[in-house]
């Protein structure tokens, strides 16, 4: 206190007016909620019922445009895969597809993320024929992720990578004459691995959930800082099947399998989960919804034990990407 009062009238001057032009300077260069930063989340349902396969699109509002997309299926019980996230402008379509023996209604969900259109470059990247990575231009970085699968193929992986420049799908298996296609949604920003680009690099967040035999497995990704504006734009997921005594190096698994990639409404985490193959013998893992349809704030997954001796081990890692640090 007695230095504030030796200061005089002139030092606590300049001192305030220094303190200004700082806040001014950070100001300038952080993002602020509201700005071109904030993204929004658009949410569209198909029907729910036994038709198979089914899709959805979300679309985004007035003067937006797409950066990023999730999607999930509803009431699957590990009978339904989710085959496809296809990227658009300002739309993304969602599809799922039910094994020949799922006889429960279900439901496919997709969310779009979008952004208020200020004129700056994005552009949807295809994986080219033979690759199963789409790539970012140079000049790019990553913001939303897609795939589209071939009929009865399922998903065993949507991954950005670490620098923000591609994302890969992954499959168990592949179709003769068909080939998993990836989708990469580029906007501007910097990479991880840009020199000088500033404070506000990509970064890919990463959960993975216990290892286990039970179905679903469902891990919430969320982002470091509590302080930032949220605006999660990116999803992604990976399987990975353990050794065992049995099979030392096991390989992809057929039968289990990702059917969620969601963001929240909010855009502060992403939910990804992972299901084992339904089968008579083994009893269906258990998902929201009730005989009559779901509920309208059903969004939870929960889980039940699997008991087959036999069953793999296995764990599910979420990915998601935040476009507001850019």
């Not at 739309?91 to 779009?112: M, T």
């Amino acid at each position: 206190m007695s230095r504030g009062t030796t200061l005089g009238t002139s030092n606590r001057s300049r001192c305030a007016v220094a303190a200004a032009a700082a806040v001014v300077a950070v100001a300038a260069t952080l993002p602020l909620p509201g700005a071109a930063h904030a993204a929004y989340r658009h949410r569209a349902e198909s029907g729910y019922d036994t038709t198979s396969p089914k899709s959805v699109t979300a679309t985004c509002g007035a003067d937006e445009v797409l950066i990023g997309a999730g999607g999930r299926i509803r009431n699957g019980n590990g009978g339904v895969r989710l085959a496809a996230i296809v990227p658009g402008a300002t739309s993304v379509e969602v599809r799922g597809e039910a094994y020949p023996d799922h006889a429960e209604p279900w439901s496919v969900i997709a969310a779009a993320i979008c952004e208020s259109d200020d004129g700056t470059a994005r552009v949807v990247e295809v994986s080219p024929a033979g690759s199963q990575t789409a790539s970012c231009p140079a000049d790019l970085v990553l913001s939303g992720t897609g795939f589209d699968l071939p009929a009865g193929v399922p998903l065993a992986g949507l991954v950005p990578d670490a620098d923000g420049a591609s994302v890969t799908v992954r499959t168990a298996f592949h179709r003769i004459g068909a080939s998993p296609v990836a989708y990469a949604v580029c906007v501007e920003g910097s990479r991880a691995s840009w020199e000088d680009s500033g404070v506000f690099r990509y970064k890919r967040f990463a959960t993975t959930s216990p290892v286990g035999t039970s179905s679903p497995r469902t891990v919430t990704v969320q982002r470091d800082w509590e302080w930032e504006f949220p605006s999660m734009s990116g999803v992604g997921g990976e399987i990975t099947v353990l050794p065992s005594l049995s099979n030392p190096f096991p390989a992809p698994a057929s039968d289990i399998f990702i059917d969620a990639m969601m963001p929240n409404d909010d855009g502060t985490r992403v939910t990804v989960a992972a299901v084992q193959r339904a089968g008579t013998e083994t009893g269906r893992s258990v998902r929201g919804g009730t005989p009559a349809g779901p509920s309208a704030a059903d969004d939870e997954l929960r889980t039940v034990p699997r008991y087959l001796t036999d069953d793999p081990k296995w764990m599910v890692t979420g990915y998601s990407t935040d476009h507001d640090i850019y």
